[in-house]
């Protein structure tokens, strides 16, 4: 949960460390600020930090192929000018560089009202999975003793890219009979990865691997959205009866593609796609859903609590999709 801004201090908090990790050549850090400082005492107030990670990653992504659709992705392993030829190796290849920065405002005019706008930012740049091959190959290709426990198969690296939003308002107001609380979001999420399909797409028996050459890839973007608001009344008395009533609503956008890519298979087979597309596919959706609720208690005793509630909602979803093989 977020730290609210203070109205009556000013503070201030920068941090930093330096550290590494079993099996990585590199070493990662983290640094940031923390501020806090009142603009008008006891009733505005702002609060911003930042924080910078980098975490420098300790697998190893061992048969890169160097050019995709040239390069051998299966060489011949017994001749080490043919590995070097067609692959490379990447150090640490699931390192991550994480950016978080946040800002709040609050403002509190009065005794009876309590505002705090918030705005929250964070970008995680990925290199690559975390994910292992160690003995998981064939023995009789003499990889066994090469692949360590850190180390992956991959004939491509796995970059990904991630940015995320949130802009929020609540607001608190004392009505003395009752608390009104509204609380407003919006989000947004995009993100672009690329992972790596070549041995997935040789096991479904296309006929892939008549390429000697062929080696595969997915380029997958996702760009999200989410609005959200919530207002609800409290009842503050010190009657037996106790009720809350409020509302909800909630819209969510998604838009996401898929894009696979085998260079130069095109041209194994004779034909022509200048841009390597063998697969692409999309899918859209769009949920809203709204409500309105209540509830009511009552307090017969110390020990025995009545309460009776109630939720009416209307939940829609609408969503297309298509694929297509180019």
Do not use: C
Not at 107 to 121: A, E, H, K, M, R
Not at 143 to 168: G, T
Request: no cysteine; proline share 4%.
């Amino acid at each position: 949960m977020l730290k609210a801004p203070q109205l009556d201090i000013t503070t201030g908090e920068v941090y930093g460390d330096i550290f590494s990790v079993n099996e990585s050549d590199s070493t990662g850090g983290e640094a940031g600020f923390i501020f806090n400082l009142p603009l008008i005492e006891d009733q505005l107030a702002i609060r911003t930090s930042l924080n910078v990670f980098d975490d420098p990653g300790f697998i190893d992504y061992g048969y890169v192929v160097k050019e995709g659709g040239v390069s051998l992705p299966d060489p011949d392993w017994a001749n080490n000018s043919a590995i070097n030829d067609n692959l490379k190796k990447v150090k640490d290849a699931n390192g991550e560089q994480t950016t978080t920065a946040r800002i709040s405002v609050r403002w509190q005019p009065t005794d009876w009202l309590d505002s705090t706008l918030n705005y929250f930012y964070q970008k995680q740049d990925t290199k690559g999975r975390s994910i292992v091959h160690h003995n998981a190959l064939n023995p009789n290709n003499g990889l066994n003793s090469v692949l360590d426990k850190y180390e992956s198969a991959y004939r491509y690296e796995e970059p990904r890219e991630k940015e995320d939003s949130l802009l929020s308002l609540e607001i608190k107001a004392d009505l003395g009979f009752a608390e009104l609380v509204s609380a407003t979001g919006l989000s947004t999420f995009e993100s672009d990865g690329q992972r790596d399909q070549t041995d997935l797409l040789i096991r479904l028996d296309y006929g892939y691997e008549e390429f000697p050459s062929f080696s595969a890839f997915t380029r997958e973007l996702t760009d999200d959205e989410a609005f959200t608001q919530e207002i609800r009344l409290v009842s503050q008395n010190e009657s037996a009866l106790n009720w809350i009533v409020g509302g909800y609503y909630n819209k969510y956008e998604s838009d996401a593609s898929s894009r696979e890519y085998t260079p130069h298979y095109d041209e194994f087979l004779g034909g022509s796609r200048p841009d390597d597309l063998e697969y692409y596919s999309i899918s859209r959706s769009e949920t809203t859903e709204q409500a309105i609720f209540g509830e009511l208690g009552y307090a017969v005793n110390e020990k025995l609590n009545i309460t009776f509630g109630a939720r009416f909602y209307e939940y829609k979803v609408w969503a297309e999709s298509d694929e297509d093989f180019p």
